[in-house]
């Protein structure tokens, strides 16, 4: 079976690269702290989402497998079907709100350490996610 066909293990891959990207990011915002001039950087997140709108997250093509939005009771919210197509996300920014010190360099250590924190635990989270559902697939399978 190639999981890579299936939609929530592209998203969960995806994610990893992700994360993994921008820990480099935070690791050279951290490294670069006492360089006059740095500007701190982050990248913006993929549109996850678009899984479950049925749209690749890659090259922006339409998926048969998609999660399908079903509105089971008339109180729930109708998706928009007018949304705008998926951008590609994974560009660096510059992070604007950053204090910038006498020497032009904008880093603060403790908002760096505190998104480098975050990344990691939603790291683990997500590879924590991937374990369960190849654990799901081993038992449906009758592999334990």
């Known amino acids: ?9 592209q ?3 995806k994610k990893m690269g992700w994360l ?11 490294a670069n702290i006492n360089t006059p001039g740095f500007k701190p950087k982050d990248i913006a ?3 996850f989402g678009a899984l479950l709108r049925g749209k690749s997250m890659d090259n922006h093509r339409q998926y048969g497998g998609g999660v ?3 509105a089971t009771h008339p109180a729930h919210f109708r998706a928009d079907p007018f949304e705008d197509p998926i951008a590609e996300r994974e560009i660096e ?5 950053a204090p910038v010190r006498p020497n032009g360099n904008a880093v603060v250590l403790e908002t760096e ?6 990344t990691a635990m ?6 924590n996610i991937y374990r369960k559902y190849i654990s799901m697939f081993k038992t449906a399978i009758g592999r334990r």
Do not use: G, H
């Not at 939603?122 to 590879?127: A, F, G, I, K």
């Open 45 to 47: 997140a993929p549109d």
């Open 93 to 97: 920014i510059a992070v604007a709100d």
């Open 68 to 70: 399908p939005l079903v």
């Open 11 to 13: 998203a969960i891959t």
């Open 20 to 30: 993994a990207q921008r820990q480099q990011v935070l690791a050279r915002n951290i």
């Open 113 to 118: 350490l505190m998104k480098v924190n975050k």
């Open 1 to 9: 079976m190639d999981f890579s066909q299936i939609p929530l293990f």
């Open 122 to 127: 939603d790291y683990q989270l997500t590879t």
